[in-house]
């Protein structure tokens, strides 16, 4: 995921950034290849875009309560994005809206992946509004409802 996440952000401009990893090496080959830092942590460095491509927050997990970055460089920055999709709202999502921080969430890009992988098994291209609805009937706990009951006769 923060391979996918890097390339992103290399391709829509962002020419400077810092990749923060606890595994020097993987993390240190990471952001250079795509023109970026590595450092161990933020240390003062306060960004206006934060992402979070751990499973820090994922529910289920030994870290599902904590939250990955310190208020105060949650604060300073403009925009959270945080790639964890269950639960849909992380720690870090939920402290980034009682902020009124712009926030990108997992589920959002959850929904994106589904969208191309449909297009790419169907060749056809939902309608925005197709797109919206599918993705808010995702949020709204689709996944806990069978889509659709089978039996044979």
């Known amino acids: 995921m923060t391979k996918a996440v890097?390339?992103?952000?290399?391709?829509?401009?962002?020419?400077s950034g810092f990749v923060i990893a606890r595994n020097e090496?993987?993390?240190?080959?990471?952001?250079?290849?795509y023109g970026y830092e590595w450092k161990e942590?933020?240390?003062?460095?306060?960004?206006e875009l934060l992402v979070n491509v751990t499973p820090i927050g994922m529910a289920g997990g030994p870290e599902a309560d904590d939250l990955l970055f310190a208020p105060e460089i949650i604060d300073a920055a403009e925009t959270i994005f945080d790639v964890v999709a269950l639960p849909p709202e992380t720690p870090l999502i939920r402290y980034a809206?009682?902020?009124g921080k712009k926030i990108i969430t997992g589920a959002e890009v959850f929904a994106i992946q589904a969208l191309e992988q449909f297009v790419?098994?169907?060749?056809?291209?939902?309608?925005?509004?197709?797109f919206e609805r599918a993705a808010a009937y995702a949020r709204d706990g689709a996944v806990s409802r069978p889509a659709a009951s089978l039996t044979k006769q």
Do not use: M, W
Request: charged letters at 30%; glycine letters at 10%; a positive charge.
């Open 6 to 15: 890097l390339c992103a952000l290399h391709d829509a401009g962002f020419r």
């Open 41 to 47: 942590d933020l240390g003062s460095i306060r960004p």
């Open 97 to 99: 809206s009682r902020k």
């Open 25 to 33: 090496r993987a993390g240190r080959a990471l952001a250079q290849s």
């Open 120 to 130: 790419l098994y169907t060749g056809v291209r939902p309608n925005d509004e197709q």
